[in-house]
């Protein structure tokens, strides 16, 4: 009960450092939301009138207090840029709203892929005898691990969706629109991504699953008669899960902070890229809640992580 | 209108093409301009970006104005030469003092609302812009005006604190219903050939016909869609999916695709694109070196390599287009480099053994970046050492063209039809010299040129600000770039414009 | 860095040694050296494909993209390794003082790099390098900052495990001074640990930098990077795929080779 505390109390720690820390970088960046929303040309009594509805003219402190004090009641604020209809802003909830299923389904697609390719490879692998195929998967398991996911995604759109047509790259449909569209779409920035990870993850469960065969009661399973199968499904595999679990884990939180990139290079419009062109258009709202809210993911995953080996080894004690 | 806009997305996706350049103005010219015009229908326009405000008065995106020109006028409004046309007024006449203007109100021209234009509305109009409604002005070179007098029913009278030729060319703003500023975002009112139907944020905008457009037999269209497109790859995915129409601004490699099934056509764009230089910077301000620079450079190749060569070379800022006023400027330091005479000023000015440049540009302008490149390399035979610095687009608003903290920066200025407007912000108390550019005979003439009501004199001033501008180096202007447009082929009537529109009135099916 | 000598050879430090030999090369050449020019443009010879006058074929300015990958190529290696002593060094300091002293500097450093850690990398740079400005020394510094904290927790948990080991307590015991004790004690113990992580970190770093380069946040052009150079390339990847197979397979090229290596160095050493 503690340990939960005390990483509760980490947690909160790291998101107000977090919070204050991107709040002074928005002070350090050159460049002002309001000539960034009215351009070179608006007149000085219009930058002053902006100014004065977005609470710009408030000292640093004070707008950081009342940020905080908003978002700790609930309301998030509103995007500087976007409008919800000509008279209001966006509240930057239901802006995060709308493009984080797009992210979401991202990282649900690829973990999928993940789980789906990753396993049975990793099974064969480890059951398999032949050098032959030892060998083929060493390397290509190396190179994969080696691609970074940009130049995979560049890869993925020049093989499937220029050579082979299986897509075409650029259109995107709305998860609104067409849900099944929006996911065939999805298949190939998620392959893009898993790519890497399924080799990681094939190797990380054979090693595993190595490690597991020469352990003693293997050879008790033999010995009482089981079968092959039935020592290799029944208890290899269910062991050697265990770290394996764990590690899909922390490649969650990498594809939270990959799809960043990988939404850049397929034109998603999920947070990644709200993200990067709230940062450039200085709209600080949304860039503070998207780095909180990222942040606060990566955070819980390795916590669950944590207490995941927890459960799987008592004897890890607290460093 | 009045209102030049740093480039904003247009250059992102600046296109080239070769073989296929028009003057860039007037009617485009496929195949089919010939055929019968059929009425109705509707047409998907992509655009680029999101609306930034259905208010006209206070719509600054170039991207928006584009759209609201369907659906709003002025008293006066812009052809696709780059001329004024008489829209809700019929007529006007200035004082020769040029300090008053009567314009006399076209007969039963409609509001979207069935209402008749009344010289209420104008009065209520121009009072928003001006500020004298709320002492919050919307369009700044509006703000000259001292008073809207309404003479009779048919007159209304604006009276303005200096004299200004080019003021005319503000008339453009939108006329809305009195009162109606209020509401104009959520429900925009004008007398336009289109009418507001929806708006969706990051979705588009629905516009339908104005049955009572006061321009007989216009428009053609029954409905006009301008969607928001996510990407440009995305939009030459919908043009040939054919779920858009119409698109302006193509990529190089997209026009070579679409050419095949789509009227892609080249215009010229309002963008002056050039190397701008600090003035007020060492070693900018030895004028030797300015001019070194301009000779260094080969405008012909720049122009080849980010352009595919359609664009048009200039060296002063002043667009081609506008015809009546544009000198040809480019024998002053060729169109080609002249890397002697470069180095001779340089040793003159004491940079013999070369210089170091700092060129600071947009990293978000694909087009501009990789001039800089093709600058760079070129500046190196002259023996100057230049750099690119990329900054954010919200940096280079704060640090260069407000903070003017800068060496060199590539960038565009866009233009309206006003000609002085791009020759007004090289004066040197200008609020948006960010060249610093500083010379006393240019403020003079420039000041001259203003209050002059005789038009041949001020297209010989013009043409001499333009002279100066180039003699003495301001910047090293490169070349106005060309805007690609993709339309489908049974669509005929689409106009270029020298400013940023998008005119659909004129549109119309073939089939 | 023992490359040769005794010990045993095996496959994957034969083919790692001789990728990153290779990539190394062309690298370190390429900073003096290259087969063209890096920057010179020839408007008769934009997007040529791949022959024998230029193997890797030309880009949208008709430069030689064989001889923009060897350049880019060294950059990325000077900077990954710049960024890699910078965050190793910081991360040894760190690491050392509060895994052996903790308290209250411990606290203090835990959670800022915990807060680092949950920042995601690359939003870490992004925003870094929207403070500082772009540039070569910001990268280094943006990438040294984000690769510092996982420096700092492996040295520090040595530290705390070899603080109380016996050749240390009896070190403290004749009055050795606690930088001696520190530095000359502690830290050569810690090294086979450590090396393992600066192998994994050079290549994050080289991963990182040609990210970076590809959001366009990294080195400037006309300087040559390989990220950048994959940036560029994805608008031309139907007309001209050499221009973006080149960098990419090079970054993969020098990736794999040092995986490879680092994997051939622990079963050696295994």
């Known amino acids: 009960m503690k340990y939960f505390i005390k990483k509760l109390i980490t947690l909160i720690m790291t998101l107000f450092l977090v919070s204050v820390a991107a709040f002074l970088a928005f002070q350090i960046i050159p460049g002002d939301v309001v000539t960034s929303i009215l351009g070179t040309e608006a007149t000085p009594e219009r930058e002053e009138q902006l100014r004065e509805e977005l609470g710009l003219n408030k000292p640093p402190v004070e707008r950081y207090f009342n940020w905080v004090t908003d978002v700790l009641r609930g309301d998030l604020g509103e995007s500087y840029r976007f409008s919800k209809s000509m008279n209001e802003m966006m509240p930057v909830a239901e802006l995060i709203g709308d493009k984080l299923p797009v992210t979401l389904w991202l990282a649900a697609v690829s973990l999928v892929l993940i789980i789906v390719i990753a396993i049975p490879l990793g099974v064969l692998w480890a059951r398999s005898s032949s050098h032959f195929l030892d060998a083929v998967l060493g390397v290509v398991t190396q190179v994969s691990m080696a691609v970074p996911s940009f130049f995979l995604g560049i890869l993925v759109t020049y093989l499937f969706g220029i050579l082979l047509k299986f897509f075409a790259p650029g259109s995107y449909v709305s998860y609104q629109e067409d849900f099944g569209g929006f996911l065939k779409y999805l298949l190939f920035p998620a392959l893009s991504i898993a790519i890497p990870k399924i080799a990681m993850t094939a190797r990380f469960l054979r090693n595993s699953m190595l490690t597991e065969l020469q352990a003693d009661y293997v050879r008790t399973a033999y010995s009482k008669g089981c079968t092959k199968r039935r020592v290799m499904y029944g208890h290899v595999l269910r062991n050697a899960m265990m770290p394996v679990v764990t590690f899909l884990g922390m490649i969650i939180a990498e594809i939270v902070a990959g799809s960043i990139v990988i939404e850049q290079v397929f034109g998603l419009p999920g947070i990644g890229r709200l993200l990067i062109s709230s940062i450039s258009t200085r709209d600080f709202p949304v860039v503070e809640i998207l780095i909180l809210y990222i942040t606060f993911v990566v955070i819980f995953v390795y916590f669950l992580v944590d207490i995941l080996y927890r459960v799987i080894d008592p004897r890890i004690s607290e460093v | ?511 | 860095m023992k490359k040769h000598g005794m010990g045993k050879w095996n496959k994957y430090l034969v083919a790692g040694l001789l990728m990153t030999g290779l990539a190394l090369l062309l690298g370190i050449v390429g900073i003096f050296w290259t087969p063209y020019s890096t920057t010179a443009m020839s408007a008769a010879e934009k997007f040529d494909a791949p022959s024998l006058r230029h193997i890797f074929g030309t880009d949208n300015f008709g430069r030689d993209i064989f001889s923009r990958v060897m350049e880019g190529m060294g950059t990325t290696v000077v900077i990954s390794s710049l960024v890699v002593l910078f965050s190793g060094s910081v991360g040894i300091l760190l690491g050392a003082l509060t895994g052996y002293f903790g308290g209250v500097l411990d606290e203090i450093v835990m959670r800022v790099t915990d807060a680092v850690n949950g920042f995601p990398s690359i939003l870490l740079t992004l925003v870094i390098i929207s403070v500082l400005g772009s540039g070569r020394q910001n990268v280094i510094l943006s990438l040294g900052i984000v690769f510092v904290p996982s420096y700092i927790r492996i040295v520090r948990s040595e530290f705390i495990r070899l603080r109380d080991a016996d050749y240390i307590r009896r070190a403290r015991l004749m009055g050795v001074g606690r930088m001696r004790i520190l530095f000359v004690h502690i830290l050569p113990n810690i090294f086979s640990v450590f090396w393992v992580s600066v192998m994994i970190g050079f290549n994050n770093a080289i991963l990182a930098e040609s990210g970076m380069s590809y959001l366009g946040i990294g080195v400037q052009p006309p300087d040559a990077s390989l990220g950048k150079m994959l940036s560029d390339a994805q608008g031309y990847l139907r007309t001209a795929p050499w221009y973006a197979l080149a960098p990419g397979l090079s970054i993969v090229w020098v990736v794999l080779g040092f995986a490879l290596f680092s994997e051939g160095i622990r079963r050696r050493n295994a």
């Open chain 2, 1 to 511: 209108m009045k209102r030049i806009r740093i480039l904003l997305t247009a250059l992102l996706t600046m296109a080239v093409l070769g073989g296929c350049g028009s003057d860039g103005t007037g009617e485009s010219s496929g195949d089919n301009s010939s055929k019968e015009p059929v009425y109705g229908g509707s047409v998907v326009v992509g655009i680029q970006q999101d609306i930034d405000s259905l208010d006209p008065h206070k719509a600054t995106a170039a991207g928006t104005k584009e759209i609201l020109f369907n659906i709003f006028e002025g008293l006066v409004k812009p052809d696709e030469n780059g001329n004024l046309i008489n829209a809700v007024a019929s007529d006007y006449t200035i004082s020769e003092d040029g300090l008053v203007y009567t314009f006399t109100l076209r007969e039963n021209v409609k509001f979207h609302n069935g209402n008749v234009v009344t010289c209420e509305d104008v009065k209520y109009s121009l009072e928003r812009v001006s500020g004298l409604l709320d002492g919050t002005p919307l369009i700044s070179t509006l703000k000259v005006i001292q008073a809207v007098d309404i003479l009779d029913d048919k007159t209304v009278q604006v009276t303005v604190e200096s004299a200004n030729t080019e003021l005319i060319y503000s008339f453009v703003a939108a006329i809305i219903p009195a009162g109606s500023g209020e509401d104009a975002e959520a429900d925009p009112i004008g007398t336009g050939p289109f009418s507001y139907v929806s708006y969706t944020p990051q979705v588009g905008i629905v516009l339908k016909k104005n049955p009572d457009y006061w321009q007989t037999g216009l428009p053609y269209l029954d409905e006009v869609n301008f969607k928001i497109v996510n990407s440009p790859d995305s939009a030459v995915l919908e043009l040939q999916g054919g779920t858009i129409d119409i698109y302006a601004y193509l990529t190089d490699s997209q026009a070579q695709e679409l050419q095949e099934t789509f009227n892609v056509e080249a215009s010229a764009s309002n963008v002056v694109q050039a190397l701008f230089l600090n003035n007020a910077a060492a070693p900018l301000d030895d004028v030797r070196v300015r001019q070194a620079i301009c000779y260094a450079l080969d405008k012909d190749s720049i122009n080849d390599f980010v352009g595919g060569g359609n664009g048009t070379i200039i060296s002063s800022a002043m667009l081609p287009t506008l015809k009546d006023n544009y000198v040809d400027l480019n024998d002053t330091y060729g169109t080609t480099a002249n890397v002697e005479k470069a180095k001779e000023l340089l040793a003159e000015a004491g940079y013999g053994d070369g210089l170091e440049l700092e060129i600071a540009i947009p990293s978000n302008y694909e087009f501009h970046m990789q001039t800089g490149e093709v600058v760079v390399e070129q500046l190196k035979e002259a023996g100057i050492n230049a750099t690119i610095k990329a900054v954010e687009w919200s940096t280079w608003l704060d640090e260069i063209y407000n903070g003017r903290q800068y060496q060199a920066t590539i960038s565009g200025i866009t233009c309206d039809t006003t000609p002085g407007y791009l020759l007004n912000r090289f004066q040197t108390d200008s609020k948006k010299n960010f060249i610093n550019f500083a010379n006393a005979e240019y403020d003079a003439l420039y000041l001259e040129a203003q209050a002059t009501l005789d038009i041949q004199k001020k297209i010989d001033a013009y043409a001499q600000l333009q002279r100066i501008l180039c003699d003495d180096a301001g910047s090293a202007f490169l070349q106005v770039p060309a805007n690609m447009t993709a339309i489908n082929k049974k669509l005929s009537g689409y106009k270029f414009y020298p400013v940023y529109v998008q005119d659909m009135s004129t549109v119309f099916w073939t089939e």
